[in-house]
């Protein structure tokens, strides 16, 4: 393709460093669409005549067919998919072929298509996402009264629902998808007909590419336009933080179905079993998932430090582009599919769930409060006197509601037989209704108000 230019072929190491095709044939359907709405406007313009236009697009329509039914042959000495689109249509329709090219360069071409590739994903990502939401809010309207320990520092703090607990992993997942939308918003302006790096002399329409690819406008700085990869890395560092948020909703999972805790057993479809230890049933998926969130992280480092110093404009820096975004979307996609089987098929063992509730003095907060409430004892008086309580069921190994009163009067006065009804787990959770707060009405509520966000296509 520079044949005029230089006197010798490539040597073996430079066609095999400089070789794309095996990884950026993914970018063929990009190809020859943003080809085909290139070559329209060739025509439209008369920069080449309509019968010319007429033939090149039937010939990108034949490759199109071709990709799709035989796959993209890997010829590095083609180099990329963009040259090894061009060659078969030279193939196919002759010398006319060459005339694709007029008004364009490789530089503004990958950038589009690469620009087409990740809006895609963009939206597949949110379909996703959104089947997750559902997944949650779903279980979460099915427990919403279950209690369960809420932990801080992973020890027993204060019984909580299972509704409650999956709603959080749903405004976790709502704020990934409103990150998705607002990048997907921002990188969706055509490069097309940036050419090299400087703009062309053609009397080009870029308006109108834009618009036959669906973008909003026309990229404003053709430098820029050839050497941008933000929407790249808003994309990456938008699957990293949602590939995070999946790691910790995995390792819920994880210590869940862990023996000790025994809070759910997993779907089947989603567990392993151990070729040596016959009882296993092994969390892999979760796992998994947890560590994908690694991988994807590393795709976004990666491209940063890729792209960190480059000059204007292209550089073939610049081509490492797709691998990590190709790895990050393929392992977030895999990761969301898995997590959501997860939610929906799991059972959960809710008498477990309340039995460790019941048994860590999850209600030892409610004790304090009635204290307050009922008995106008300072707060940090009746946080001591309550830690005495605790103490004394412990050692008695009793449980908060069952430490006789003559007992209890015996810490403190103050404390009559009412304690008794804000004591149980139960009491708890239903005494937590401040808005957002744990109690079964509350989460039956952001239940129904997620449902609707759902329905309307809020995203947030
Ligand atoms: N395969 C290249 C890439 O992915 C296409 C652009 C090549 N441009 C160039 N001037 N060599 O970045």
């Known amino acids: 393709m520079w044949g005029g230019r230089f006197a010798d072929g490539p040597s073996a190491i430079m066609r095999e460093i400089n070789a794309s095709i095996p990884f950026d044939k993914a970018l063929w359907s990009q190809d020859i669409a943003a080809s085909k709405a290139h070559v329209a406007m060739l025509g439209a313009q008369g920069i080449i005549t309509a019968e010319d236009a007429a033939t090149i697009s039937q010939g990108l329509d034949q490759v199109a067919a071709e990709y799709a039914s035989d796959g993209v042959p890997e010829d590095w000495d083609l180099e990329d998919i963009h040259m090894t689109t061009e060659s078969r249509l030279a193939e196919l329709i002759g010398p006319v072929a060459g005339r694709l090219h007029t008004a364009r360069s490789r530089n503004d071409q990958v950038a589009t298509d690469f620009r087409l590739w990740v809006r895609q994903s963009f939206d597949d990502l949110d379909d996703g996402l959104r089947a997750l939401q559902s997944a949650l809010v779903e279980r979460a309207d099915e427990?919403?009264?279950?209690?369960?320990?809420?932990?801080?520092?992973?020890?027993?703090?204060?019984?909580?629902?299972?509704?409650?607990?999956?709603?959080?992993?749903?405004?976790?997942i709502a704020r990934d998808r409103s990150r998705l939308a607002d990048a997907r918003r921002r990188m969706n302006e055509s490069p097309l007909g940036s050419a090299a790096l400087a703009g062309t002399g053609f009397p080009i329409d870029r308006q109108a590419t834009s618009d036959a690819l669906g973008f909003d406008r026309p990229t404003a700085n053709s430098l820029d336009a050839v050497s941008d990869r933000d929407f790249a890395l808003d994309y990456l560092m938008a699957a990293s933080q949602c590939s995070l948020h999946l790691s910790r909703l995995a390792e819920e999972f994880i210590i869940w179905a862990s023996q000790p805790f025994g809070f759910v057993r997993l779907p089947d479809t989603l567990s392993t079993g151990s070729s040596i230890m016959p009882q296993k049933k092994n969390p892999d998926a979760a796992e998994l998932v947890r560590g994908h969130a690694g991988r994807i992280i590393g795709a976004a480092t990666a491209l940063m430090v890729t792209m960190k110093g480059l000059p204007l404009a292209y550089s073939k820096d610049m081509q490492d582009d797709k691998p990590p975004v190709f790895e990050a979307a393929s392992l977030l996609a895999l990761s969301i599919a898995a997590m959501t089987g997860m939610v929906a098929d799991s059972t959960f063992n809710t008498d477990r769930m309340r039995q460790a509730a019941e048994l860590g003095y999850a209600t030892a907060t409610d004790l304090a409060d009635w204290l307050v409430?009922?008995?106008?004892?300072?707060?940090?008086?009746?946080?001591?006197?309550?830690?005495?309580?605790?103490?004394?069921?412990?050692?008695?190994?009793?449980?908060?509601?069952?430490?006789?009163?003559?007992?209890?009067?015996?810490?403190?006065?103050?404390?009559?037989?009412?304690?008794?009804?804000?004591?149980?787990?139960?009491?708890?959770?239903?005494?937590?209704?401040?808005?957002?707060?744990?109690?079964?009405?509350?989460?039956?509520?952001?239940?129904?108000?997620?449902r609707t966000r759902l329905a309307e296509g809020q995203v947030q």
């Open 143 to 172: 427990h919403a009264a279950s209690i369960m320990p809420g932990f801080t520092h992973l020890q027993t703090a204060q019984p909580v629902t299972l509704g409650h607990h999956l709603l959080a992993y749903y405004e976790m």
């Open 373 to 450: 409430t009922e008995a106008d004892i300072p707060f940090r008086e009746a946080h001591h006197i309550t830690g005495a309580v605790v103490k004394l069921a412990e050692s008695e190994e009793l449980m908060l509601d069952q430490v006789p009163l003559e007992k209890l009067r015996a810490i403190d006065s103050r404390i009559d037989d009412r304690v008794y009804n804000a004591l149980s787990v139960d009491a708890s959770v239903a005494a937590r209704n401040s808005y957002g707060g744990t109690a079964p009405e509350q989460v039956r509520h952001q239940v129904e108000r997620a």
